[in-house]
Every structure is written in structure tokens, then in C-alpha cells.
């Protein structure tokens, strides 16, 4: 007799869970959005200005990352640092459960960034759950920032791109939806530790997946969007937070009373990035307010009139005129804050 797996879980379109623990990812949902989720291959010759490529961080675990390197003209009479590039690690969203680097929702705006800042991105290929919950995905933000601490202290292998024109005084984490909040779990760790010579020098988290247990306004009022909805939100953090623990949890409630204090954290200047009708809005500026009490350096960027990461929905950045400026805008804010610090 030929067993049938039975399935036991599934998140709208984007994942099912058997009971004997597979897990598929295979988009389920409208195919003409598949696209986004299809992986692009890494490319080391410059497409767009931009050059591709995918290295092991860690040879035990097999932790990897992509790198992007623009094509950067360096300035004869600068001295040889000032022309070298920001290095800026990101953390791809997806609720802690899905997704990865090499994304071509990712690749397009990571490009666009690598290019415009211009700075190189280290993309990391964190660890999912449920297979992974978390704290995998921050232990895996951390290495990789640990990765870069011995580039720079020469320790590590050799790698020419960073090595050769990443500049490790000006290293920024960003994160999207669940990877901001690792943004701040990770620069709350590296708070801890001798990064010499490395410096962390800015964090942006961009609509991080900072919620609580009660339901906020913004949760009850905004409409649901393709990237967000409130089945997402219970389901994936139900799968992703360690077995039963609530949204308060310090992971997904940075600001909560399980958390530590704000002002014991020694984290470096953030730029928050809201979208005015997202779901999470509200409880994105609960953080905000408290990290503003707790003294901490912390910007607001709030775009107008769209929802949760609208920049990562290519459609509806070349199809809508709003999602398109709001895009740039986003962009260009992120860009104005690596340049300042």
C-alpha cells in the first residue's frame, strides 16, 4: 500500500506542510505573480551596472549569501577608502517561512539599491522555518555579520569583491517585513561584541513584522494586500516562534514587556520605514515611540498610500503610477541615510 501524505497546514498560496513534516513551497497562487519568486541565476559579468554572486559563509553550516557589486568608477584624487563602497547585509521577509536571496522580487530592488547608493549587499540565505524556527534566522543575520568582522580583521578566506572595494567602517543591516525585525535582533547583538575594525554604522528596518498578541487599529481597519494578510501574520509566526510562545514574544514584540528595556540596548542609528496603509502600521509605531523614549537614534520614512512591501510587487511598481514614485521615494531615503552616517 502506498502511503499518502496527508496535508496538515497551509498559508494562503505560499506553503503546506505535511504530516510527515515535508514541506512545499511551491507558489500555488495566481501564476502571473510567479514570476517574483522565481530565482535568478547569480551573473559575475555587470547587467545594468550590476554583477552577481553567491558564496559560502560558513562552511558547516553551508550558510550562503549573494552578493551584489555595482559598477563603480573610483575617484583618481580620493584617497583609496573614500573609494570604497558601503556594505550593506540584508535579510529577505517572507514571515520567517518562505523565500530566499535570490528571489527575483529581491534582486530587482537589491540591484536598483546596489546601483543608486551605490553600496554592495550581501543578501543571506536564512534558514526557514518551521524546519528552522527562530532563533535560526537571527543566528544567521549574525553570522554573516560576523563573516564581515573577519573579511575586514583579514582572518576570513579571501573575498575580492568585499575585500578589494567594500568599505567595513560603514556597514548597514536592512531588512524586509520579518527580516526587519532582524535588523534589530541582529544590531542588538552585534551591540554586545567587538566588531574592530568593522563598525555598524545604521540599521533599517523596512515594515518589520513587529506585532503583539492583541490586534492592533491598523490590523482591524487597513486593507489586506498580496503580501500581507492577517492569515499570514497568525499563521507564519505561529510556525516560526519557538513552540509556544505568543506574538509578545521578544522576536516579533521588540517593544513589549517581554523584551528587554530599549535603553539597555546599545544599537546603532535606524531609519524605520513604514507604508502608511499597511496592516502592521500601528504597531510599527509602537516601536517607533519606544525607541524614541529609550533615547535611541531613530528616523521615519512613511510612504503614502501603500501597503505592506509594495516596493517588492514589480507589477504594481511598472503598472501604478503611486507604487512607482512611492518606490523611488523609499529609495532614495534609504540612500540619503547610508550617505549621512
Known amino acids: 500500500m502506498v502511503y499518502q501524505r496527508k ?3 497551509e498559508v494562503s498560496g505560499w506553503l503546506r506542510i505535511f504530516d510527515d513534516g515535508w514541506v512545499d513551497r ?8 510567479k514570476f517574483m ?12 551596472g550590476v554583477a ?15 552578493i551584489y557589486l555595482p559598477q563603480h568608477e573610483p575617484d583618481r584624487s580620493a584617497d583609496h577608502n573614500s573609494n570604497k563602497l558601503p556594505v550593506i547585509i540584508h535579510f529577505h521577509g517572507g514571515g520567517f517561512c518562505i523565500s530566499r536571496a535570490d528571489w527575483y522580487m529581491y534582486y530587482y530592488i537589491y540591484s536598483r539599491l546596489a546601483r543608486s547608493a551605490p553600496a554592495i549587499v550581501v543578501s543571506v540565505y536564512l534558514r526557514l522555518a518551521p524546519e528552522h524556527r527562530l532563533p535560526a534566522a537571527i543566528d544567521d ?43 534589530h535582533h541582529v544590531a542588538a547583538r552585534a551591540g554586545l561584541v567587538d566588531l574592530s575594525p568593522m563598525r555598524l554604522a545604521g540599521g533599517i528596518p523596512v515594515h518589520p513584522g513587529f506585532v503583539r498578541s492583541e490586534r492592533s487599529k491598523s490590523e482591524m481597519e487597513q ?24 506574538k509578545d514574544h521578544p522576536f516579533t514584540c521588540p517593544m513589549g514587556p517581554e523584551a528587554p528595556p530599549l535603553d539597555s ?20 509605531m509602537e516601536y517607533y515611540e519606544a525607541m524614541k523614549k529609550a533615547n535611541k537614534d531613530v528616523e521615519l520614512l512613511i ?19 503611486n507604487t512607482a514614485a512611492q518606490t523611488t521615494g523609499l529609495l532614495e531615503g534609504i540612500v540619503e541615510f547610508i550617505k549621512k552616517h
Open 7 to 9: 496535508l496538515v497546514e
Open 26 to 33: 511551491t507558489w500555488i497562487g495566481p501564476p502571473e505573480v
Open 37 to 48: 519568486s522565481e530565482p535568478v541565476p547569480p551573473h559575475e559579468e555587470f547587467i545594468e
Open 52 to 66: 552577481t554572486r553567491d558564496v559560502t559563509i560558513d562552511e558547516n553550516s553551508g550558510l550562503g549569501a549573494r
Open 141 to 183: 543575520g549574525f553570522s554573516a555579520l560576523m563573516w564581515l568582522r573577519s573579511l575586514a580583521r583579514g582572518d576570513a578566506s579571501y573575498e575580492p569583491w568585499l575585500s578589494n572595494y567594500g568599505d567595513f567602517n560603514r556597514v548597514f543591516l536592512i531588512g524586509d517585513s520579518s527580516g526587519g525585525n532582524l535588523v
Open 223 to 246: 486593507p489586506e494586500s498580496p503580501f500581507l494578510t492577517l492569515d499570514m501574520v497568525d499563521r507564519f509566526l505561529k510556525l516560526a516562534l519557538p513552540k509556544g510562545c505568543t
Open 265 to 284: 540596548l546599545n544599537l546603532p542609528p535606524f531609519l524605520l520605514c513604514v507604508a502608511e496603509t499597511d496592516l502592521i502600521r500601528d504597531t510599527e
Open 303 to 321: 510612504n503614502p498610500g501603500v501597503g505592506h512591501s509594495f516596493y517588492l510587487n514589480k507589477i504594481a511598481v511598472d503598472m501604478d503610477p
